[in-house]
């Protein structure tokens, strides 16, 4: 049974920093792909940020540049570094990854509980 427990949410004024956490348990985690995706009140989850066993990574047009997604595969984590927050950003952040080991944005079905994130003007 895969386990995804995020932590590291809160809230930031503008222009701030946060570090999101995903530990995973439940399988052999360096072997795929993990992922971050985000949900703002009122609208859909959107895709965030991937990182493959190979550590490439991925990222939404609307966080390159700020964010940076990382994987320590001894600690079975993933983290999300968040730089130069704006309210837009304002959403849960949920950690997921897949029994594929390259999934598409639509293949990812184990998630985690999600943390908030809030960031003020």
């Known amino acids: 049974q895969v386990q995804l427990v995020e932590s590291g949410g809160g809230l930031v004024q503008a222009g701030g920093s946060l570090r999101l956490s995903c530990a995973a348990s439940g399988r052999t985690f360096s072997s795929y792909t993990m992922a971050w995706f985000r949900q703002a009140p009122g609208k859909e989850r959107e895709f965030v940020s991937s990182?493959?066993?190979?550590?490439?990574?991925g990222y939404a047009d609307s966080v390159k540049g700020r964010f940076t997604i990382s994987r320590d595969n001894a600690k079975n984590t993933v983290y999300l570094q968040m730089n130069s927050l704006k309210p837009e950003d304002t959403a849960i952040y949920y950690c997921?990854?897949?029994?594929?080991?390259?999934?598409?944005?639509?293949?990812?079905?184990?998630w985690g509980q999600g943390t908030q994130v809030t960031v003020s003007s």
């Open positions: 990182i493959r066993e190979s550590s490439n990574t």
């Open positions: 997921a990854t897949s029994h594929y080991y390259y999934p598409r944005t639509d293949q990812y079905n184990y």
